[in-house]
DNA sequence: CGTTATGATTTCGC
DNA sequence: GCGAAATCATAACG
C-alpha cells in the first residue's frame, strides 16, 4: 500500500524492543535519508513507465511530508515569480475611466432606468400644453436614440460581466485542480483573478469609451442649440409678443412671469430672457420696424381684454376700423421715414417708456424729422 | 444665392 | 447675476 512511507511502518525497519532515546536520533536520520527518497523518486518519476509513475504520484500526494514539499515549492515559485512581474501589482483607480464613468452616469445611460418616466413626463407636457412639435419630436427622437445606446451598453456589458464571471470560476477551478500536483499557492490563484479581471474590465473600458463618444456625437446633433437654431412655435411668438407689447412701458418679466410665459411657450426661462433681451434691443434699435406688430398686438390685447372700449367703431372686426391701423402700418413699412414713433393706438402709455430712455434711435431709420408737416 | 429674421452666445458694465 | 450691446450662426424667404 505505502510503499515509500519509510516513516510511517518503523516496524519494519527498526527492533521492536529498541529504547526510546535511541529512536530519537534514529528518526532524524531517518527523516532525512527519507527526503533524499522521496526528492530521488521525484526526479526519476518521468523516466519510468506510465503505470508505475502514476501510483508514485498518488504515493507521493499522499505522503505526509507533501503539504511542507508543496509550500516550499510554492515559496520558491513566488519568489522567482515575483521578480519577473509585480511590476503592475497595484493599479490606480484610473481617472480616464472615472471620467467615463461619471459621464455616462450624468448621461444617464449607466444610470438607473429612467425612460418611462421622461416619457411619461413629456407625453404629458405634449397633450397638456401646446409644446411646440419640433422641439418634442426631436427631444422624443434623441430619447430614444439615447436608450437604444443604453440598451447597447447594458447588455454588453452584462456580456462582459458574465463572460468575466464564468472565465474566473473556470480558471479557479482549474487552478485549484492542478494546485494538487503542482505548486499553484491561493495566492496565486488570486493574482491570476485579477489578472483576468483586470483584462476584462479594460475590455469594458473600451465599450464605455465608445458608448461615450456615441452619446457625444448625438449630443452634438440633437441638443446643440446653436448649431442647429429652431424657431420658436408660432403660438409661442405670439405669447411672447403679447407679453412684451402689453408691457411696452416695462418689457422686464419677473421671475415668475419668466417662468409661466416658459410654461405657455415650453421653453426653457433663460430662452425666455434671451428672447425679451433680443426683442427690447432690436426693438428700441428701429422702433419704426416693429410699429406694425407693437399696433397688431396692442389691438389684440385690447380686444381680448376688454371689450368696454368706449370708441363706437371698432369693437368687432378688422373690417372698418382697420383702416387707420393697416393705412398707419402701410406707411411705416413703405416709408421708413416717418419720425421715430407714430402710435396711431397710444394705447397704455407704453410708446416712449422709460427703459429706451428716449434716445433717439441711431439713425437707422428714424429720420425724415426734417419734414415738418405730418402734424396730424 | 444673397438678404433678412431670429435664437444663442459673448463681452462688458453694474 | 442681470441686462445692454455686439456678434455669431442658422432658418426662412424671395
Not at 50 to 60: I, Y
Request: net charge negative; glycine share 6%.
Amino acid at each position: 500500500m505505502h510503499p515509500l512511507n519509510p516513516v510511517h511502518p518503523p516496524s519494519r525497519h527498526r527492533p521492536e524492543g529498541d529504547p526510546a532515546g535511541l529512536e530519537g536520533t534514529e528518526n532524524g536520520h531517518d527523516s532525512r535519508r527519507d527526503i533524499g527518497d522521496i526528492l530521488q523518486q521525484i526526479m526519476t518519476i518521468t523516466d519510468q513507465s506510465l503505470d508505475e509513475a502514476q501510483s508514485k504520484k498518488h504515493a507521493l500526494n499522499c505522503h505526509q511530508m507533501k503539504p511542507a514539499l508543496f509550500s516550499v515549492l510554492c515559496e520558491i515559485k513566488e519568489k522567482t515569480g515575483l521578480s519577473m512581474r509585480n511590476a503592475q501589482e497595484e493599479e490606480p483607480p484610473d481617472p480616464q475611466l472615472v471620467r467615463l464613468d461619471n459621464m455616462l452616469l450624468a448621461e444617464g445611460v449607466a444610470g438607473p432606468e429612467k425612460g418611462g418616466g421622461a416619457a411619461a413626463a413629456v407625453s404629458a407636457a405634449t397633450s397638456s400644453g401646446g409644446m411646440s412639435p419640433d422641439s418634442s419630436l426631436e427631444h422624443s427622437d434623441y430619447k430614444s436614440k439615447l436608450s437604444q445606446i443604453r440598451n447597447i451598453y447594458h447588455t454588453e456589458m452584462e456580456k462582459y460581466e458574465q463572460a468575466c464571471s464564468e472565465f474566473t470560476t473556470h480558471v479557479m477551478n482549474l487552478l485549484r485542480e492542478q494546485s494538487r500536483t503542482r505548486p499553484v499557492s491561493p495566492r496565486e490563484i488570486e493574482r491570476m483573478v485579477a489578472i483576468i479581471h483586470r483584462k476584462f474590465s479594460s475590455i469594458q473600458t473600451q465599450l464605455k469609451q465608445s458608448t461615450c463618444e456615441a452619446v457625444m456625437i448625438l449630443r452634438s446633433r440633437f441638443l446643440d442649440a446653436r448649431r442647429k437654431r429652431r424657431n420658436f412655435s408660432k403660438q409661442a411668438t405670439e405669447v411672447l409678443n403679447e407679453y412684451f407689447y402689453s408691457h411696452l412701458s416695462n418689457p422686464y418679466p419677473s421671475e415668475e412671469a419668466k417662468e409661466e410665459l416658459a410654461k405657455q411657450c415650453s421653453i426653457t426661462m433663460s430662452q425666455v430672457s434671451n428672447w425679451f433681451g433680443n426683442k427690447r434691443i432690436r426693438y428700441k434699435k428701429n422702433i419704426g420696424k416693429f410699429q406694425e406688430e407693437a399696433n397688431l398686438y396692442a389691438m389684440k390685447t385690447a380686444l381680448g381684454a376688454t371689450q368696454s372700449e368706449e370708441s363706437p367703431h371698432t369693437p368687432n372686426s378688422t373690417g372698418s376700423g382697420s383702416f387707420s391701423l393697416s393705412g398707419s402700418a402701410d406707411c411705416f413699412l413703405g416709408v421708413p421715414p416717418m419720425d421715430g414713433e407714430q402710435p396711431p393706438y397710444h394705447m397704455g402709455a407704453q410708446t416712449n417708456g422709460s427703459w429706451q430712455e428716449q434716445n433717439t434711435p441711431p439713425s437707422a431709420a428714424s429720420p425724415g424729422s426734417d419734414h415738418s408737416d405730418n402734424s396730424d
